[in-house]
């Protein structure tokens, strides 16, 4: 199964609309139709990178035509990924995609970490988001962008430790989830009480991040 927010193609068959929190959402690549084509995979969570979903039909949910011009919302977003979590619950949902991460989830995983953020909890950023690393030798978000319009990328200095890294990476990811995009630098202690510098780079698609001892 599929979570994408772009919209489903006029022309589509073999379809059906959900509602969420009062927001209307399409179901794709229903039988007797033809399945969807599998997304990407850039990024696996609670998944084997030997598993085999060659034999697995995929189904896409998507936001209704009339939420066109919101399909970056908020609330929108949460009830997308609300629906996902309440269908990865069939026994027969082998993997939940969040297209805007390339982000391929165990089922029971999806399910709880969204389910954890609709109940007031932390934002998930291992699921609707992911990490990679960068040519420099850094970590960077893939996905957030569809949340607050910024990608965030830490410098080298704060990756030699890639786990350490991680962790800095979520901790902000969470944050800037929460307080919106950033547009002027700013700076906040970090888990080592080292202070982090956060500086809206290219013309404010990203937010490079520096650490100072």
């Known amino acids: 199964m599929s979570v ?24 794709t690549g229903l039988s007797p139709g033809p399945a969807r084509v ?3 995979r850039y990024h696996l969570l609670g998944l084997a990178e030997a598993e085999d979903f060659s034999t697995s039909e995929a189904i896409t949910i998507t936001p209704g035509p009339h939420l066109a011009g919101g399909r970056t919302m908020l609330p929108v977003l949460r009830s997308l990924a609300l629906l996902g979590a309440m269908l990865a619950e069939l026994p027969q949902v082998h993997a939940v995609v969040w297209h805007a991460a390339g ?14 953020w609709i109940a007031g909890g ?7 988001t992911a990490i990679a690393p960068t040519r420099e030798g850094g970590l960077k978000s893939d996905g957030l962008e569809i949340f607050i319009g910024q990608e ?10 890639k786990a350490e890294g991680t962790k800095v990476a979520i901790r902000l990811m969470n944050w800037l989830a929460e307080s919106g ?18 500086v809206p780079e290219q013309n404010q698609r990203i937010v490079k991040v520096t650490a100072s001892f």
């Open 122 to 128: 932390p934002f998930p950023s291992l699921g609707l």
């Open 152 to 161: 965030l990328v830490l410098g080298p200095d704060l990756a030699r430790d």
């Open 4 to 27: 994408a927010s772009e919209e489903r193609s006029h022309e589509e068959e073999h379809w059906a609309e959900l509602l969420a929190n009062g927001l209307t959402f399409d179901v």
């Open 103 to 116: 982000a391929w989830s165990e089922p029971g995983y999806f399910r709880s970490v969204i389910l954890r």
């Open 38 to 40: 599998h997304p990407e």
């Open 181 to 198: 995009r950033i547009t002027e630098s700013t700076s906040m202690m970090g888990p080592a009480g080292e202070t982090l510098r956060l």
